[in-house]
């Protein structure tokens, strides 16, 4: 009688007693990617009792395959957040999952979908209409405004290649503009721009409505950007043919130590390499979609671990 091999354990269980693993390859600490697979249960669950992975109507009864690449919410969470974290060739990708190229990349997209819609639903995401910011941050005293620029595969298109070319990075790029709380929380994700636009553009066409009084810190970048009933603070920028004086000098100083909350922010939110390496996804629309799910992943942790100062920022007024 022939004994049927057992099933090679999956990399989730293979991983999870090691902290370290888990943290290297998803971004989270081990209880936080325990907590968020809970919460992702409940949207996949939800709708896979309905649809299909293809998003056809169900006509048998949902059952996890215990044989397939993924058979429990661990795998799939692992499989997306470790994508993400890491960003391998889908072929490499696949194959540490057991499965073709063309299923792994299915699955990226699909669990993708879902687990953005989890960190919705747990108010990570941030907000994308700069207009409604005036009646979500209202108490707010002070935030951070900056542009990040990201690398991506030059495109064919001759037209393209030159909306996404950076004269700043001397490469071509995509940007979004970020607005983050002294906690280090992005509170705002701008929407994704060819890399030829400069921050202060940006800026102007996205039109903010922000709570009066606020002290809203920039860079040089943004010199000459205005907003109603709002106090721009930025560095003093060094006169042509001359210098700072040593009070400007000194501004400039604790303003930079102030500011660099947003350089943290930024910081976290490129932990993950989709968003830090050259991407290479073509896919209409989700080169926008990981910026959004690597900025809510980081609010994930800001909300969690609540371990960030305040800015040192009561020397600049």
Request: proline share 5%; with cysteine.
């Amino acid at each position: 009688m022939k004994h049927k091999s057992p099933q090679p354990r999956r990399l989730y269980e293979r991983i999870k007693r090691s902290e370290a693993s888990i943290l290297a390859l998803t971004g989270l600490r081990l209880e936080e990617f325990q907590s968020l697979a809970t919460e992702f249960a409940k949207d996949w669950t939800d709708y896979h009792r309905k649809y299909t992975l293809d998003g056809e109507p169900r006509e048998r009864s949902l059952s996890e395959k215990e044989s397939g690449p993924l058979p429990t919410i661990e795998d799939k969470l692992l499989f997306i957040c470790s994508y993400l974290k890491t960003y391998p060739i889908q072929e490499l990708h696949g194959a540490i999952f057991d499965m073709e190229q063309s299923h792994a990349n299915v699955w990226i997209h699909r669990l993708a979908e879902f687990l953005l819609k989890t960190l919705e639903r747990l108010r990570h995401v941030p907000e994308r209409n700069a207009q409604a910011l005036d009646h979500l941050l209202q108490g707010c005293e002070r935030l951070y405004l900056d542009g990040t620029e990201r690398p991506v595969q030059r495109n064919s298109d001759e037209e393209e290649q030159e909306k996404d070319f950076s004269g700043k990075k001397k490469t071509h790029t995509k940007e979004n503009l970020i607005l983050c709380t002294p906690t280090q929380k992005v509170v705002y994700l701008g929407p994704t721009y060819a890399g030829s636009n400069v921050d202060i553009t940006m800026a102007r066409e996205q039109h903010f409505r922000l709570p009066d009084g606020l002290e809203l810190l920039v860079d040089l970048g943004f010199l000459g950007f205005k907003l109603p009933s709002v106090q721009i603070l930025l560095p003093h920028k060094e006169p042509r043919g001359g210098e700072l004086t040593q009070e400007q000098k000194d501004y400039n100083s604790v303003f930079a130590s102030a500011r660099v909350v947003n350089e943290h922010c930024i910081s976290g939110i490129k932990r993950l390499r989709c968003v830090k390496d050259k991407f290479r996804n073509w896919k209409q629309g989700f080169d926008d979609q990981v910026m959004v799910l690597a900025t809510a992943l980081h609010n994930l942790r800001v909300s969690v671990r609540e371990t960030y100062s305040h800015s040192p920022l009561t020397a600049v007024t």
